[in-house]
Each structure stands twice: as structure tokens, then as C-alpha cells.
């Protein structure tokens, strides 16, 4: 796929597809602050995932959508989003680069 991204769980994969997912969160003062999380479909992390597998093999076939499959792939996405669910975000990264930066390593 020409122009694709590579996938930065795997770093070898392609991105696909992104879906994003508004949401919610609740920060430290307990304010509720409305965010968007970006679920990646990557064509090596989530090629045996039930869900996003045919969508995975779909554009391993063909590199762009056909307009006599638009139907069938649509039905593939909406699956997906259908299942998707936002992820929990990953604190251990973040409180690293703070230590970081009061160390002043930044």
C-alpha cells in the first residue's frame, strides 16, 4: 500500500484504517473533558483478530475499495465499530516523561 503509515505497536505493519472514538474523561480536579482516542487497524497486529481480520484480508487483496465491495466492507466496518471499545490508557509512558522532565533530562 503506497503512502501508508507504519503501525507504532509493531513498527513493521501498515495503518489501514483509523477509527476514532469520542469519549470522555475525567481529569484530576474531577472535571469531566471531552477526547477523541484513535484505534489504529494495522495489518499485522490485527490481521488474526475475529473482527478486524476480514478487513485486514480485504485490502491485502485489493488495495483500495472496489465499488462492488463497498457493501460487503461496510458490513466489516460496521463490525468493527460496533465492537470497539475505548482503551484504557497507559500511564507508564507518561509518568516517565514527567520524571524525566522534573530530572531535567528533558
Not at 484505534?39 to 483500495?64: K, M, Q, R
Request: aromatic share 6%.
Amino acid at each position: 500500500m503506497s503512502g501508508a503509515q507504519t503501525c507504532p505497536r509493531c513498527r513493521t505493519g501498515d495503518i489501514l484504517a483509523i477509527l476514532r472514538l469520542p469519549h470522555t474523561w475525567e481529569n484530576a480536579t474531577g472535571k469531566r473533558v471531552s477526547v477523541r482516542s484513535d484505534l489504529l487497524l494495522c495489518s499485522h497486529c490485527d490481521a488474526h483478530d475475529p473482527l478486524t481480520g476480514p478487513i485486514v484480508t480485504y485490502f491485502a487483496l485489493h488495495e483500495t475499495v472496489r465499488p462492488e465491495h463497498m457493501h460487503h466492507l461496510a458490513r466489516l466496518l460496521r463490525r468493527w465499530i460496533d465492537h470497539a471499545s475505548i482503551p484504557k490508557p497507559n500511564e507508564k509512558p507518561l509518568t516517565t516523561e514527567a520524571e524525566a522532565w522534573y530530572r531535567g533530562d528533558l
